[in-house]
Nanobody, 122 residues
């Protein structure tokens, strides 16, 4: 199977920065889209940013100009650089990835990490 593990969360003051990482391991043939989601208390999980294998990115309007998603395909890792953090960015951040586990199927399975807490104090 495939495991995703996030790291880099923590407590930061408003205006500060954090860099999240998410490493995928296990039975991986290739990874298509990788994404970052977040879920604040009492709110639905929302898409923050995504990135294709070729590096095409999409960011939610709420984080444009502040967050940057990137990936290292050789390391099966996706990153989220978060700058100018605001208290409303406080949430558990999750990564997911669409993974092909072998070479003879075009089906990609979606896997999730357990999440990492980001808390921004005012």
């Amino acid at each position: 199977q495939v495991q995703l593990v996030e790291s880099g969360g923590g407590l930061v003051q408003a205006g500060g920065s954090l860099r999240l990482s998410c490493a995928a391991s296990g039975s991986i043939f290739s990874i298509n889209v990788m994404r970052w989601y977040r879920q604040a208390p009492g709110k639905q999980r929302e898409l923050v940013a995504d990135i294709t294998t070729g590096g095409v990115t999409h960011n939610a309007d709420s984080v444009k100009g502040r967050f940057t998603i990137s990936r290292d395909n050789a390391k099966n890792t996706v990153y989220l650089q978060m700058n100018s953090l605001k208290p409303e960015d406080t949430a558990v951040y999750y990564c997911n990835a669409d993974v092909k586990v072998n070479s003879y199927s075009d089906i990609a399975l979606r896997f999730w990490g357990p999440g990492t807490q980001v808390t921004v104090s005012s």
